[in-house]
Nanobody
């Protein structure tokens, strides 16, 4: 069992930065691929970034070059550094863990409760 708790969301102006954190419980955290999804208002949840246990990372095209995912297995924490934020990045951001190492919605085993990110223009 893995529990995920996000923090770091908030209100920021366009062009600004935020860093999200996701603290995980459980001693098997390092064996999970971890990632971030987001759900904009009125839209479906979408993949943002993922980091497998092999440290292979992937990003949605919309955030490449602006967002960086990283993990600290010693602290059981995964981060999402978000730079050059745009109003269209406004969403609830969710941390996710996958035993399979892939990030299709159906592959996610555990979700966090979400943290709101709002980018003003």
């Amino acid at each position: 069992q893995v529990q995920l708790v996000e923090s770091g969301g908030g209100l920021v102006q366009a062009g600004g930065s935020l860093r999200l954190s996701c603290a995980a419980s459980g001693r098997t955290f390092s064996s999970y691929a971890v990632g971030w999804f987001r759900q904009p208002p009125g839209k479906e949840r979408e993949f943002v970034a993922g980091d497998t246990w092999l440290s292979i990372v992937d990003y949605a095209d919309s955030v490449k070059g602006r967002f960086t995912i990283s993990r600290d297995n010693a602290k059981n924490t995964v981060y999402l550094q978000m730079n050059s934020l745009k109003p269209e990045d406004t969403a609830v951001y969710y941390c996710a863990a996958s035993r399979r190492g892939t990030f299709r919605y159906s592959d996610i085993d555990y979700w966090g409760q979400g943290t709101q990110v709002t980018v003003s223009s």
